[in-house]
């Protein structure tokens, strides 16, 4: 596939990388010695250097009882007719009485074709090695999200409030799970290196996981949920990437999730804006800034401008934020404000003759079915 390069200030770029590294070695050996001392350190249980929880894969295990209980799940409208339940699809309907299958059709079919030899030649027919790489780059963000988002998902679980509520964060708990297996297989099969956890990422997603209560809505559901979202949504109509169009449906009805519950649970006024809540968003928030420095490169391989991607991506977190709640340290307008300002800044400090641009205006989601949507889930055509 052929891609318009756009030409990315490669002083920046090494600038970048090199900050990010120190970045990360301050980080991470900050969190090693806080945990050798007994006073926290890093929370979740994984190893993203070997893009695996602790422990190792155990592909084995996970063959024997995930993807066993997958083809096992029973679904309410076959089992109890009487029921109001209304949750098998055609193809589900078919490979239930087939096989017990509890993946659809389409994601069946494409998980096989993942693992085929025929689909490792689509990919290196398709793109180059620098443009393989990128992809790599870029699905990792979301590869290991994935892993944080099975975490958190978890443990919010215990913290919202009804049979409905629990019931629905127990299909986000199934589906990150799905998630990060089917991604981690895809990833593999373009047989590039798959980087680590970048420094920025790291800080917002152990952020998420160590947050308390409904705040992990906030890191979860609405700020890496949304990231997921968008990259799932430029990327879904790319040779090869086609089940991408699955992982945005599922990531759509997860970024609809705060804004369902806090209907009927709404969060007060003082949740919504005391300043340590105001604070910890916008910090939980910030590092994502230098993370579309660090990936500039990346997404200019593959003819994105990263600062449209980020501009349209901060109007859908933003628009969601404040309208389920979940306030920052500025009116909503003067934060976005503040993200164009910042973004323009820097690309006038790295691009040529570069002009000011309204980057919250640009969209970056490909696809009609995509867009719909995301219109309903972040009140796009409002924001």
């Not at 990315?8 to 900050?19: S, T």
């Not at 099975?150 to 919010?156: A, D, F, I, T």
């Not at 981690?184 to 420094?199: C, D, G, K």
Request: charged share 25%.
């Amino acid at each position: 596939m052929k891609f318009s390069k756009i030409e990315v200030n490669q002083d920046a770029a090494r600038i970048n990388r090199e900050i990010e590294g120190y970045v990360n070695f301050v980080v991470r050996n900050w969190d090693n010695l806080l945990e050798t001392v007994g006073l926290g350190g890093r929370k979740a249980d994984y190893d993203d250097e070997n893009y695996e929880f602790l422990g190792g894969a155990n592909d084995e295990l996970r063959k024997k009882h995930y993807d066993k209980s997958l083809r096992l799940l029973w679904k309410a409208e076959r089992h109890a007719s009487w029921s109001t339940f209304d949750d098998c699809t055609k193809d589900e309907e078919m490979l239930l009485k087939m096989a017990g299958q509890s993946l659809s059709a389409p994601e069946k079919r494409e998980f096989e074709r993942m693992q085929s030899a025929e689909f490792k030649e689509l990919l290196n027919r398709e793109y180059t090695p620098a443009q393989k790489q990128a992809l790599v780059n870029i699905l990792s963000l979301i590869g290991h999200g994935e892993a944080y988002a099975w975490l958190v998902s978890n443990e919010v679980l215990r913290d919202v409030q009804s049979t409905g509520a629990k019931a629905a964060l127990t299909m986000q708990v199934m589906e990150e799970a799905k998630h990060f297996v089917v991604l981690r297989e895809l990833i593999q099969a373009f047989e590039m290196p798959i980087p680590r956890l970048p420094a920025y990422e790291y800080i917002i997603l152990e952020s998420t996981l160590k947050a308390k209560g409904l705040e992990k809505f906030f890191g979860m559901n609405v700020l890496v949920e949304s990231i997921a979202l968008s990259i799932f949504g430029a990327l879904s109509k790319f040779p090869g990437l086609e089940i991408l169009e699955m992982f945005h449906l599922d990531e759509s009805r997860h970024c609809a999730l705060p804004t369902n519950y806090l209907k009927t649970k709404p969060l007060t006024w003082w949740e919504s804006n005391n300043p340590a809540a105001l604070l910890k968003r916008f910090f939980m928030v910030l590092p994502a800034i230098p993370l579309a420095f660090k990936m500039e490169p990346d997404f200019a391989e593959l003819g994105i401008d990263v600062f449209d991607f980020g501009g349209s991506l901060v109007r859908k977190i933003m628009s969601l934020a404040y309208r389920v709640g979940f306030h920052l340290p500025l009116p909503q307008e003067n934060m976005k404000q503040l993200i164009n300002f910042l973004f323009n800044a820097y690309c006038s400090a790295t691009r040529k003759d570069h002009e000011f641009q309204k980057f919250l205006d640009k969209e970056s989601t490909m696809g009609e079915k995509e867009l719909a949507v995301e219109r309903e889930i972040f009140q796009a055509q409002s924001a």
